[in-house]
């Protein structure tokens, strides 16, 4: 995935967002499909050590122990 993608990803949401919408299932779904799936991988996981590294801040998250691949 390149910057210009990315870019345009996030020029999306922003367009959403600042006028006060929210993103909806179908808007989702069609983000998604914008990137590749090792990028949304790694957003998955880089996201879930988020959550592990903040547990104490974080307590309405649940971990399992043995993580899904």
């Known amino acids: 995935m390149n910057r210009s993608d990315i870019d345009e990803i ?3 949401v922003q367009a959403l967002t600042t ?10 779904k069609e983000l998604k ?8 991988r ?3 996981e880089d996201t ?3 959550i592990k590294t903040n547990m104490n801040h974080l307590p309405m998250y649940y971990i399992p122990q043995k993580e899904f691949s």
Do not use: R, V, W
């Open 10 to 12: 996030l020029n999306k």
């Open 19 to 28: 006028d006060g919408q929210s993103i909806t299932p179908d808007t989702m």
């Open 33 to 40: 499909a914008m990137m590749d799936p090792t990028t949304t």
């Open 42 to 44: 790694m957003i998955q």
């Open 48 to 50: 879930l050590e988020f």
